[in-house]
């Protein structure tokens, strides 16, 4: 996966830098920022928003009187929070099925447990993932809609995103847990941004939002707190050394919004 996403980000980058030195630039800068990232999709509780940076530079040529491109290389650091409740099954008695102990108060298995195979632990998980991407938007900027104002610009435009590292942390119970298993995320995922954009001499003010069209699976805390177990040494049941099998985990999947102020510089 590391060789992949390496080699992806090095071809990205060559071929915009590329394409870039093809032409004759207009202008050059570099951007300063925070985001705020809500996660939206098959999620417990709320997504609280949490700002995180965002840094880059730009290049910009003019297309014509009204419309000008923008290329951008921008390294964000984006956290997506997952607060709430979450529910994990057990299969107490490891024999592979959840359902053979129905809520009839009959021992269907005979081993003297009544619907041992039904249990469902909910608990409280407090925690987040912290993720980096490589973000290559090719943005278009226009000012000739709504009669704005010439120091006002429409910025729209698609990004290109390549995850770099990342992991999840939670606490739960006064115990902290950790993963850096990021294989349900896309290593390569498209965002679409809009937003506005003020000019005021050298200086620019972005506001603008981007919207995560590719979805991701998130590892479920209770999924977490397994791996972190047998990781240490622990043992959900002695002798088990595959508990995915006896465990069913909350589904987490969805799709990213970010908010984004960026401060623009021009060089």
Same mark, same amino acid.
């Given at each position: 996966?590391?060789?992949?996403?390496?080699?992806?980000?090095?071809?990205?980058?060559?071929?915009?830098?590329?394409?870039?030195?093809?032409?004759?630039?207009?202008?050059?800068?570099?951007?300063?920022?925070?985001?705020?990232?809500?996660?939206?999709? =098959?999620?417990?509780?709320?997504?609280?928003?949490?700002?995180?940076?965002?840094?880059?530079?730009?290049?910009?040529?003019?297309?014509?009187?009204?419309?000008?491109?923008?290329?951008?290389?921008?390294?964000?650091?984006?956290?997506?929070?997952?607060?709430?409740?979450?529910?994990l099954m057990?299969?107490?008695?490891?024999?592979?099925?959840?359902?053979?102990?129905?809520?009839?108060?009959?021992?269907?298995?005979?081993?003297?447990?009544?619907?041992?195979?039904?249990?469902?632990?909910?608990?409280?998980?407090?925690?987040?993932?912290?993720?980096?991407?490589?973000?290559?938007?090719?943005?278009?900027?226009?000012?000739?809609?709504?009669?704005?104002?010439?120091?006002? =610009?429409?910025?729209?435009?698609?990004? $290109?995103?390549?995850?770099?590292?990342?992991?999840?942390? $939670?606490?739960?119970?006064?115990?902290s847990y950790?993963?850096?298993?990021?294989?349900?995320?896309?290593?390569?995922?498209?965002?679409?941004?809009?937003?506005?954009?003020?000019?005021?001499?050298?200086?620019?003010?972005?506001?603008?939002?981007?919207?995560?069209?590719?979805?991701?699976?998130?590892?479920?805390?209770?999924?977490?707190?397994?791996?972190?177990?047998?990781?240490?040494?622990?043992?959900?049941?002695?002798?088990?050394?595959?508990?995915?099998?006896?465990?069913?985990?909350?589904?987490?999947?969805?799709?990213?919004?970010?908010?984004?102020?960026?401060?623009?510089?021009?060089?």
């Amino acid at each position: 996966m590391k060789i992949t996403r390496s080699v992806l980000i090095i071809m990205s980058i060559v071929s915009l830098y590329s394409s870039l030195h093809a032409i004759d630039i207009d202008g050059k800068g570099i951007n300063l920022g925070l985001n705020y990232t809500k996660l939206w999709g =098959n999620v417990q509780g709320s997504s609280d928003l949490t700002p995180r940076f965002t840094i880059g530079g730009f290049v910009n040529k003019k297309i014509n009187n009204w419309l000008v491109i923008q290329p951008e290389v921008l390294l964000t650091s984006k956290i997506v929070y997952r607060d709430g409740k979450e529910r994990l099954m057990l299969d107490n008695d490891v024999d592979g099925l959840f359902n053979e102990d129905e809520y009839d108060l009959i021992n269907n298995d005979g081993d003297g447990l009544i619907d041992e195979d039904r249990q469902e632990l909910e608990f409280e998980a407090n925690g987040h993932y912290q993720l980096y991407y490589l973000e290559i938007p090719i943005l278009f900027k226009t000012w000739s809609f709504m009669n704005l104002p010439h120091n006002m =610009n429409i910025i729209f435009g698609p990004s $290109f995103d390549f995850l770099l590292w990342g992991n999840y942390k $939670f606490n739960q119970a006064g115990h902290s847990y950790q993963s850096k298993d990021l294989s349900g995320i896309s290593v390569f995922s498209m965002d679409l941004f809009c937003g506005i954009e003020y000019d005021f001499g050298k200086y620019g003010l972005q506001l603008l939002i981007n919207q995560g069209i590719i979805e991701n699976e998130y590892k479920s805390a209770g999924e977490v707190i397994m791996h972190t177990l047998k990781e240490n040494g622990g043992s959900v049941w002695p002798g088990i050394d595959n508990y995915s099998e006896y465990c069913k985990f909350q589904k987490v999947s969805g799709y990213g919004t970010s908010v984004t102020v960026l401060l623009s510089i021009n060089l």
